[in-house]
């Protein structure tokens, strides 16, 4: 077989090829659709590049292991008398020859192809199954660098493996765009990784910089590297300020409201008016955005409650980025912070207890509770902020809708006129799960869902304990009826997390 094979394969890969172009021409032997021609032309359109995707795929799989093979004979090949660093520059140049690439770029490869098939077994196999990319591919492997195997092996079960008993949940990891698996990866790998995250911060924080970089055309970046709240408090009042701007006599979009605007805060006195702005310390060298200008980007912070006692050091979320240290989410909480809005979680099960004091039980608790549900614009791919989004009926009110969290969904404005003004249209929703989508041509499309999981316990407590009055905790097993509900006991434990707040 050997080379004779492979010549053969791929001849009839590319007779495959031409007769898949012949049917995207419209010159197949038999159209899609004699009734509509047209409209069959589209849909088996739609077909060919899901398949196509498949084989991508599968090719991409095929070859990070010939890159290895190669790597591993031209090693032996090589024999004990060239070093090793050598040895690797010269297998890494030839297969940069061969693929067209760059010294870096083949290098980064070769890496990736290394940890695919020998260290992420789940990860070679959805590959070759076309279930997940090459960039996929190259998320998990980055994911998992800093991993020991049993690390390693828990992410790629709970995101590839349907049989997990904590897998991810909504969209499968092959239906997101990378950009949007690597957030969840990354959040995952922050609450599971061994190591104090905020060892990890408080480097991160004596590392801040902003950072000048020409580019073409008269242009430049000017780039900050920031604590997160206060990058993200910053990009939220760039852009509550940008579309404040906008209206029917304002010709820039909403990137050049926020550049014109970031540029007239930094050269004149700190605000896009001239104005001054003030913020409040939160420790850890962060800050909170509170504008002279009367500018709040409402910001929700996830705080699993034995985090915010100080008791665990797991981190918080923060709506809009993802994990941030314990130490700056009970700053945030502390400070009385305007800008951001605590929301505790239950210990027992990581269900919500509470939107903060200030939107409880009133009309903006809605949206807040649409925002901790969906996390960000529910559009497939989609990464906008839940912050600039806009809350919207999925069953419109006129057609008998109720103005309830299961009745709403809250695209961002590109996505919302989408729904508005072609045949998108959004799937029910309930009130933990945001809404998916139906494309014109009839497919459906899951949305992303947000992984939440039941915090860890400090060492002490078990999990099943129930709270009661005073402070007293009694193990599940001794529960008997006509003791607290669930909905109590969650107040009893809501009211001792405010008092120790207070305290």
Not at 18 to 24: I, M, Y
Not at 404 to 420: E, V
Request: proline fraction near 8%.
């Amino acid at each position: 077989m050997g080379k004779a094979a492979v010549v053969r394969a791929f001849g009839e890969i590319r007779a495959a090829l031409a007769v898949l172009n012949a049917e995207v021409d419209g010159a197949g032997a038999v159209p899609f659709s004699a009734a509509d021609p047209l409209a069959g032309l589209a849909d088996g359109c739609l077909e060919i590049l899901a398949g196509s995707r498949e084989v991508e795929a599968g090719i991409a799989g095929l070859k990070a292991k010939a890159a290895v093979g190669y790597a591993e004979s031209a090693h032996v090949v090589a024999g004990p008398d060239v070093p090793v660093r050598a040895q690797e520059m010269a297998v890494a140049a030839e297969i940069g020859c061969v693929l067209a690439l760059g010294p870096r770029a083949s290098s980064s490869f070769l890496v990736t192809s290394h940890a695919v098939t020998a260290t992420l077994p789940r990860t070679l196999e959805a590959l070759q199954a076309g279930a997940i990319s090459w960039s996929h591919a190259v998320v998990m492997a980055d994911e998992t660098a800093c991993l020991d195997p049993d690390g390693a092996a828990a992410l790629e079960a709970h995101f590839l493996d349907p049989d997990a008993p904590d897998r991810a949940r909504g969209c499968p990891v092959g239906g997101l765009p990378a950009h949007r698996f690597k957030a969840k990866a990354r959040t995952w790998r922050e609450r599971h990784q061994a190591g104090s995250i905020e060892q990890r911060h408080a480097k991160g924080v004596a590392d801040r910089r902003v950072e000048f970089r020409p580019d073409q055309d008269g242009m430049a970046w000017l780039s900050a590297y920031l604590p997160a709240d206060q990058a993200l408090a910053g990009w939220n009042r760039l852009t509550a300020a940008a579309r404040g701007m906008q209206g029917p006599d304002e010709p820039r979009s909403m990137p050049q409201l926020r550049a014109d605007t970031f540029t007239e805060a930094i050269l004149t006195n700190g605000t896009p008016n001239g104005g001054n702005s003030t913020g409040n310390s939160t420790g850890n060298g962060a800050g909170t955005d509170q504008p002279s200008s009367g500018i709040r980007a409402q910001v929700l912070v996830t705080v699993p409650a034995f985090s915010l006692m100080g008791q665990t050091d797991e981190p918080a979320m923060l709506d809009g980025y993802g994990p941030i240290p314990p130490s700056m989410a009970r700053a945030l909480v502390a400070s009385g912070a305007g800008s951001f809005y605590r929301v505790l979680v239950d210990p027992r099960d990581g269900a919500p207890l509470e939107i903060g004091r200030t939107s409880y039980r009133v009309t903006g608790a809605m949206r807040s509770w649409l925002r901790l549900r969906d996390g960000k614009c529910p559009f497939p791919g989609c990464s906008n902020n839940s912050l600039d989004n806009d809350a919207d009926h999925i069953l419109a009110w006129a057609k008998g809708g109720t103005t309830g969290i299961s009745n709403l969904g809250q695209p961002c404005p590109k996505h919302h006129k989408l729904r508005h003004t072609t045949a998108w249209k959004p799937t029910p929703a309930t009130k933990n799960e945001p809404p998916g989508w139906t494309s014109p041509t009839g497919r459906h499309y899951q949305s992303e869902h947000q992984d939440w999981e039941p915090p860890r316990w400090p060492s002490g407590f078990l999990q099943g304990e129930r709270y009661l009055p005073g402070g007293h905790i009694m193990p599940a097993e001794g529960v008997v009826p006509g003791e607290p509900s669930l909905a109590e006991e969650r107040s009893l434990l809501e009211e001792a997390l405010l008092q120790h707040l207070v305290s």
